[in-house]
């Protein structure tokens, strides 16, 4: 068989693999998980804003029965409102398939502003590994965003789009999406740091009109300025400032963020239930004040980071100076909130799209980068489960493998930056 032979199978068994996740995901919330589910709230809020009910005064359903409540400004509520004119099991299916498409397009997207090339101009093996080669690394949270209807690959979306935009030199229209991104989810603030690295004050200035277009006017104008300014003023105190928010609105034992074992290592409180017992990692009990210092020191030392990397390689090849820096600000997004879920870390797709770019195209052999990539994956996405065993995997999740895997893998795209000056000339593609 000719290669055009094999592509053309490999392209409609990635269909089909495609249709039996949607179809198996959408059956998971349709029936009784749904309940469980995060789209659940997401068309709860929906719909509350269509009927004027209080956005936040209620769960989906009674918590008992896995009821959740609506964490995020207007604006994403907003914005799914067509969603409640359709039958919810109709709605499930769209919004499972959007999200399919939307991984799709992402992952050719990147490699694209990544390269300069479309992804189909590569050789077959290459394109192949670069296409599926960052889903497979990020397949265990793929999987669980569609599980629950999640909502973090439509941010990401929305941010290459404002990516595409900014490399298309539309400055004011790439800020103002990143902007929108984050009004519809704080796991995209990291790249408001990122954009400030670059002072551009055009960019900037779409930034602040995306804000304040997705806080403040697109919401007045369906609900009213008052009632929006009283959702945004709730948003802001009881959820984005509230000092539980990484212990009680997300249960310390699904949290996997490293803020979370600071928690686990400095409070009186299990740090996970294996085989029926609680187990501790507890070494001192600090006081309140001093694990929310750790919290805020942690975040700064993040977003220091992406400061440090613009500055340290602004004046290197785009692939480094831009490119680098933005898959290093998508993996420093997963582990900048405190709160985290498996969910979060789709945002390591396009991390690790960069590195198996840098690996196969480009050709970056040192053992070190390959190293930390990796012990990323290792840590991050293989699961242990009917492996290793539950109990073991009990104790990587408690103890936040999940995000030292994605700090690994920003440690990598660190690594590659400086040793990419040394590649022989001629290999690179920017």
Same mark, same amino acid.
């Given at each position: 068989?000719?290669?055009?032979?094999?592509? #053309?199978?490999?392209?409609?068994?990635?269909?089909?693999?495609?249709?039996?996740? &949607?179809?198996?995901?959408?059956?998971?919330?349709? %029936?009784?998980?749904?309940?469980?589910?995060?789209?659940?709230?997401? &068309?709860?809020?929906?719909?509350?804003?269509?009927?004027?009910?209080?956005?936040?005064?209620?769960?989906?359903?009674?918590?008992? !029965?896995?009821?959740?409540?609506?964490?995020?400004?207007?604006?994403?509520?907003?914005? *799914?409102?067509?969603?409640?004119? *359709?039958?919810?099991?109709?709605?499930?299916?769209?919004?499972? @398939?959007?999200?399919?498409?939307?991984?799709?397009?992402?992952?050719?997207?990147?490699?694209?502003?990544?390269?300069?090339?479309?992804? @189909?101009?590569?050789?077959?093996?290459?394109?192949?590994?670069?296409?599926?080669?960052?889903?497979? *690394?990020? $397949?265990?949270?793929?999987?669980?965003?569609?599980?629950?209807?999640?909502?973090?690959?439509?941010?990401?979306?929305?941010?290459?789009?404002?990516?595409?935009?900014?490399?298309?030199?539309?400055?004011? =229209?790439?800020?103002?999406?990143?902007?929108?991104?984050?009004?519809?989810?704080?796991?995209?603030?990291?790249?408001?740091?990122?954009?400030?690295?670059?002072?551009?004050?055009?960019?900037?200035?779409?930034?602040?009109?995306?804000?304040?277009?997705?806080?403040?006017?697109?919401?007045?104008?369906?609900?009213?300025? !008052?009632?929006?300014?009283?959702?945004?003023?709730?948003?802001?105190? $009881?959820?984005?400032?509230?000092?539980? =928010?990484?212990? !009680?609105?997300?249960?310390?034992?699904?949290?996997?963020?490293?803020?979370?074992?600071?928690? #686990?290592?400095?409070? +009186?409180?299990?740090?996970?239930?294996?085989?029926?017992?609680?187990?501790?990692?507890?070494?001192?009990?600090?006081?309140?004040?001093?694990?929310?210092?750790?919290?805020? $020191?942690?975040?700064?030392?993040?977003?220091?980071?992406?400061?440090?990397?613009?500055?340290?390689?602004?004046?290197?090849? !785009? *692939?480094?100076?831009?490119?680098? /820096?933005?898959?290093?600000?998508?993996?420093?997004?997963?582990?900048?909130?405190?709160?985290?879920?498996?969910?979060?870390?789709?945002?390591?797709?396009?991390?690790? =799209?960069?590195?198996?770019?840098?690996?196969?195209?480009?050709?970056?052999?040192? #053992?070190?980068?390959?190293?930390?990539?990796?012990?990323?994956?290792?840590?991050?996405?293989? %699961?242990? +489960?009917?492996?290793?065993? +539950? %109990?073991?995997? /009990?104790?990587?999740?408690?103890?936040?493998?999940?995000?030292?895997?994605?700090?690994?893998?920003?440690?990598?795209?660190?690594?590659?930056?400086?040793?990419?000056?040394?590649?022989?000339?001629?290999?690179?593609?920017?």
């Amino acid at each position: 068989m000719s290669i055009a032979g094999y592509d #053309r199978i490999l392209k409609w068994a990635v269909v089909a693999i495609a249709l039996i996740v &949607i179809a198996i995901a959408g059956a998971k919330m349709i %029936k009784s998980p749904y309940a469980k589910g995060d789209f659940e709230a997401f &068309i709860h809020g929906a719909n509350a804003i269509a009927s004027g009910a209080d956005l936040y005064a209620t769960p989906s359903r009674p918590i008992a !029965e896995g009821g959740l409540y609506y964490i995020y400004l207007p604006l994403f509520a907003i914005l *799914l409102f067509p969603l409640t004119l *359709l039958p919810v099991e109709i709605s499930i299916i769209i919004w499972t @398939a959007l999200n399919a498409f939307l991984v799709y397009w992402i992952v050719g997207a990147f490699y694209e502003l990544v390269s300069g090339k479309k992804l @189909a101009d590569l050789g077959f093996a290459d394109k192949w590994i670069v296409a599926l080669v960052p889903v497979l *690394l990020t $397949g265990r949270f793929l999987l669980h965003h569609f599980y629950y209807g999640q909502a973090n690959i439509f941010v990401m979306a929305v941010i290459m789009l404002g990516l595409k935009l900014l490399n298309r030199k539309r400055a004011e =229209l790439g800020g103002l999406c990143i902007g929108i991104a984050i009004v519809v989810k704080m796991i995209a603030a990291p790249f408001a740091v990122w954009l400030f690295t670059r002072l551009n004050p055009r960019e900037l200035l779409g930034l602040a009109a995306g804000i304040i277009l997705g806080v403040i006017l697109v919401p007045s104008l369906i609900i009213g300025f !008052e009632t929006n300014w009283a959702y945004a003023s709730h948003w802001t105190t $009881g959820i984005l400032l509230d000092g539980g =928010l990484g212990t !009680e609105k997300v249960p310390i034992a699904v949290n996997v963020s490293i803020q979370a074992l600071f928690h #686990r290592l400095f409070e +009186d409180v299990p740090a996970a239930t294996i085989n029926g017992k609680p187990v501790y990692f507890t070494i001192t009990v600090l006081p309140a004040t001093a694990i929310r210092v750790l919290e805020a $020191g942690f975040g700064a030392l993040l977003l220091a980071a992406i400061c440090f990397y613009r500055f340290r390689f602004r004046k290197s090849r !785009e *692939l480094v100076s831009i490119w680098g /820096g933005v898959a290093l600000t998508f993996a420093i997004s997963t582990l900048f909130a405190p709160t985290a879920q498996k969910h979060y870390f789709v945002l390591l797709l396009p991390a690790y =799209l960069y590195a198996v770019y840098l690996w196969r195209v480009v050709g970056l052999q040192d #053992r070190l980068f390959k190293g930390l990539v990796a012990s990323s994956f290792l840590l991050a996405g293989f %699961k242990m +489960d009917g492996m290793l065993g +539950d %109990k073991v995997d /009990g104790y990587f999740f408690a103890a936040s493998a999940i995000s030292f895997g994605a700090l690994l893998l920003a440690f990598a795209i660190l690594r590659a930056a400086y040793c990419l000056p040394d590649v022989k000339p001629g290999i690179l593609e920017n």
